[in-house]
């Protein structure tokens, strides 16, 4: 894994997210608590932008059906067993950094 810039942290409004293209992944990242929160784009459901949704009782739910994944693991509230990928993330220098594959 390395750490990979993805935005400014200026860039992101608490609560909402923001897409974010580096290589081969799509990521919405999000600012929650003051932190980011970074996890895979696509929602497993019908294929929702998850970036243009929003933080709710940390979770980010998906703009499309309100499925709502945990920012801390991925994990679909209402049913675990279906999740999204997360990635630890960082801000050094006002950029905000994702540990990728």
Not at 63 to 74: E, K
Not at 94 to 99: G, I, P, Q, R, S
Request: with cysteine.
């Amino acid at each position: 894994m390395s750490w990979k810039s993805l935005c400014q942290l200026d860039e992101l409004k608490e609560g909402s997210g923001k897409y974010v293209e580096v290589g081969a992944f799509q990521l919405a990242v999000f600012l929650h608590e003051g932190h980011p929160c970074v996890m895979d784009n696509y929602c497993p459901h019908a294929g929702g932008n998850l970036a243009g949704g929003f933080i709710e009782y940390n979770c980010a739910i998906c703009p499309w059906h309100a499925w709502a994944f945990r920012v801390d693991s991925g994990e679909l509230r209402d049913c675990p067993a279906v999740k999204v990928e997360t990635y630890p993330a960082r801000v050094r220098e006002n950029l905000v950094e994702a540990d990728l594959p």
